[in-house]
């Protein structure tokens, strides 16, 4: 795993090859899986490291990429906007995402 990448397309596919496979979707609770049916409450999972990228164009098209492990061993990516309006989240989860956006 590198310390950056050029662009998050870059970032998903070399993630993707060093077995982070999951498509995960924010839920309230935690996450989602569709590719395996599967949701994970926050305290199921934990996010193991984060990327944030800065839109090219505009500074404000920001996004960041979270590696999670779930405690089932499976190991995926969670794409999120900052700023997204995702609906509502609880705040274990907000808590998780949050100690790693800050650091």
């Known amino acids: 795993m590198k310390n950056s990448y050029s662009s998050l397309s870059v970032a998903i596919e070399a993630l993707q090859k060093e077995g982070y496979t999951a498509d995960f ?3 309230e609770k935690g996450v989602e899986c569709k590719k ?16 944030r990228f800065e839109g090219m164009t505009d500074p404000g098209d920001n996004t960041i990429l979270y590696l999670i492990e779930t405690n089932d061993g499976k190991k995926g990516l969670l794409v999120d906007a900052y700023g997204a309006d995702t609906g509502p989240v609880s705040s ?12």
């Open 36 to 51: 395996y049916k599967t949701q994970w409450e926050a305290g199921e999972l934990e996010v193991t490291g984060f990327y």
């Open 25 to 27: 979707n924010l839920i």
């Open 92 to 103: 274990e989860m907000i808590q998780k995402l949050k100690m790693h956006h800050d650091e």
